[in-house]
């Protein structure tokens, strides 16, 4: 990422990289919090607005971890083998793809 160092080699730029991006990740995380209560998969764009997030702010990365540490434990708890997880992952995925054109057909 020859472009990021360079913006962030000045303060300034270094503070406007944060701005882009606690944008860009605000935004994708507002989205993803709407799409919660709608058809698609609200989860993954939350979580993909954090992880932009994180990038750039500890408070993110901690969110991060702390949902990836409880999503392990209940994963754990379960004891579905890792196989399974991702086919369920894929099917409801596609069910949500599905669903989204239903909606709009």
């Known amino acids: 990422m ?7 080699s000045t303060a300034y730029g270094s503070l406007v990289w944060r701005i882009f991006i606690g944008i860009i ?13 709608a ?3 609200g989860l993954l764009v939350l979580l993909t607005g954090l992880g932009i997030l994180a990038t750039e702010f500890a408070w993110a990365s901690r ?5 990836r540490s ?3 434990d209940l994963s754990s708890k379960i004891g579905i083998p890792l ?4 086919l369920i ?3 409801l995925a596609l069910a949500s793809l599905l669903a989204i054109a ?3 057909s």
């Open 2 to 8: 020859k472009v990021r160092r360079q913006i962030k």
């Open 25 to 37: 990740g605000g935004l994708v995380t507002v989205i993803g919090s709407a799409l919660l209560f």
């Open 39 to 41: 058809p698609g998969p």
């Open 63 to 67: 969110a991060i971890k702390q949902t």
């Open 70 to 72: 409880i999503a392990e």
């Open 83 to 86: 196989w399974v997880k991702y």
């Open 89 to 91: 992952a894929s099917l």
């Open 102 to 104: 239903i909606y709009y």
